[in-house]
């Protein structure tokens, strides 16, 4: 019984801290996770509205999509405000006011709203384009900038963008500066601090460690699930796993069908089936031989070498002009052989 009251008595001073912190020192937290969760809610609207009808996730859904995908932001803002609460934990208690002070809160304030904003736009322009959140895709657009980067600025707006983003953050930090940016900063001791700060980190660790991005993703329709899910969360998922369901993004046939016509393709009379045909296509070419009946014409002169390369632009080539030496053995087959200047692709910019 006394080990019951004691753990009642700890909930409640928990409890008291939390509530104590966000009507005072902490309460800026309250405001910022209000703005995102409002942002997020706008461009799942949009998502549905701009992209979803047409893949048949009604109105109807769009009701459930929405509180889903409220719970789902709510379980990101533990770990995406626990930097905001750690430096609200380090700043000193001050008697009197600190101009400097909340000239730093309003730069942190507006540079996070204008993350928001942003990240919100990027969303909106890759679900355009490939239905999805953010993804393994959107992964490889950051460690690999160099052209993705030149793509994206010549193919969007993005300086308007910017522009309007910066607008729409000042808009935001004038409607919600005073719930933002405190005159004084409430008192309150280092160890109710440092006890915060705890149930913060605690909180985001049982968030990360129960839930995964998937967690509510009850649709049969892809689609509905990803407008339901976080961008954040997704982003940081294929960060971690560094996997992209295949079957998911492209279209498939079945396997067996598959092989079946690789191998009515790929065996022809100058090849044989090599072991675990069935499974890897892998073939045997016998040189020219007389008297090999089929095969004696066998796999024949070669002098032909198809090199492909992703992300091989022409201005690492030296052969192209390029004066780093980075491509040493590809400018070496250059002057050996044929090399093209002008090529043209019939797929996408990327």
Not at 13 to 35: D, H
Not at 179 to 196: D, E, N, W
Not at 276 to 289: I, K
Request: net charge positive; charged share 20%; proline share 3%.
């Amino acid at each position: 019984m006394l080990l019951k009251k004691e753990k009642i008595k700890m909930s409640a001073a928990e409890s008291n801290i939390i509530r104590s912190g966000l009507k005072g020192r902490y309460r800026p937290l309250l405001t910022m996770g209000a703005v995102y969760l409002l942002l997020s809610f706008v461009l799942r609207i949009v998502l549905w509205a701009a992209m979803g009808r047409n893949f048949q996730v009604s109105a109807a859904q769009e009701f459930i999509i929405l509180g889903l995908g409220v719970v789902n932001d709510l379980l990101v803002l533990p770990p995406l405000l626990l930097f905001f609460t750690l430096i609200l934990t380090l700043l000193p208690n001050l008697k009197g006011e600190s101009m400097f002070r909340r000239l730093w809160a309003r730069f942190f304030s507006m540079a996070a709203i204008f993350g928001f904003i942003y990240l919100s736009i990027a969303e909106f322009f890759f679900f355009a384009e490939f239905n999805a959140r953010f993804n393994l895709v959107a992964v490889d657009y950051l460690i690999y900038p160099n052209e993705v980067f030149v793509n994206i600025w010549e193919t969007y707006h993005v300086l308007w963008l910017l522009l309007a983003t910066a607008l729409l953050t000042i808009i935001i930090q004038a409607i919600f500066d005073r719930r933002l940016i405190r005159r004084r900063l409430p008192a309150m001791p280092f160890k109710r601090r440092l006890l915060f700060l705890g149930i913060h980190i605690l909180l985001t660790i049982f968030c990360l460690s129960l839930f995964s991005t998937d967690s509510l993703a009850i649709f049969k329709n892809r689609v509905a699930n990803e407008i339901t899910a976080n961008g954040i969360s997704s982003f940081f998922r294929a960060l971690h796993t560094n996997e992209l369901n295949f079957k998911q993004y492209y279209r498939t046939i079945d396997d067996k069908r598959a092989f079946t016509i690789m191998r009515r393709q790929l065996c022809t009379s100058d090849s044989l089936a090599a072991k675990g045909f069935n499974e890897n296509l892998n073939r045997t070419f016998p040189a020219p031989v007389k008297g090999l009946g089929k095969l004696k014409k066998g796999l024949g002169k070669l002098n032909i070498v198809a090199v492909v390369e992703e992300s091989f632009g022409a201005q690492f080539v030296g052969a192209y002009g390029d004066k780093r030496g980075l491509t040493p053995n590809f400018d070496r087959l250059a002057k050996q052989g044929l090399l093209f200047t002008n090529a043209y692709a019939s797929g996408t910019r990327t």
